[in-house]
């Protein structure tokens, strides 16, 4: 089981993150996500523990928030973890096609991964970037106006490079 703990240069982030906020439970957003890049794009087992006593608040709060915010996964995710959005600006431009489309392509249906651990895929709510639909984000990036021929072009790509 990998340790549940921040690296040493992760720790420096902590600190930072700390420092902006008059108590250390206000820094509980930032810090899921600083662990959940830390432990490729999810929240393992222990994880609520340590952050709770890191920030001096209960397990089950961690949870509450965990739970409540769907960018955070306590299921490990694809290496490329997709989201596509189809909220109503998306949706009326192809967010359901483009959804459709990745089914299709991956042979997965949202919530799943591929037998590879390549590709996982999830319907997500509005990604904020409304005027630029369809909208979808492979992990960290966010991409726009995204057509078919873009999805199809990067999953062969990704497939054939394995990574
Ligand atoms: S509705 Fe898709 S990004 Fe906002």
Redesign the pocket.
């Known amino acids: 089981m990998a340790k549940v703990a921040f690296n040493d240069e992760a720790m420096r982030e902590v600190e930072t993150l700390f420092s902006r906020y008059p108590k250390k439970i206000n820094a509980l957003l930032p810090l899921l996500h600083l662990a959940q890049r830390e432990n490729e794009g999810w929240l393992p087992p222990g994880w609520d523990t340590y952050l709770a006593k890191l920030c001096g608040t209960t397990v089950n709060h961690v949870r509450g928030v965990v739970t409540f915010y769907n960018m955070f996964r306590t299921v490990k995710p694809g290496r490329h973890h997709i989201m596509v ?1 189809n ?4 949706g009326v431009t192809g ?1 359901g096609a483009l959804l459709e489309h990745l089914e299709h392509k991956l042979g997965i249906h949202p919530g799943n991964t591929t037998e590879d651990g390549l590709f996982s895929l999830e319907e997500a709510q ?5 005027d630029q ?1 369809p ?1 979808m984000m492979v992990n960290e990036d966010l991409r726009k106006k995204v057509t078919f021929d873009e999805v199809d072009a990067w999953i062969k790509q990704t497939r054939s490079s394995g990574e």
């Open positions: 959005c909220c109503l600006p998306c967010g509005c990604l904020a970037a409304c639909a909208v």
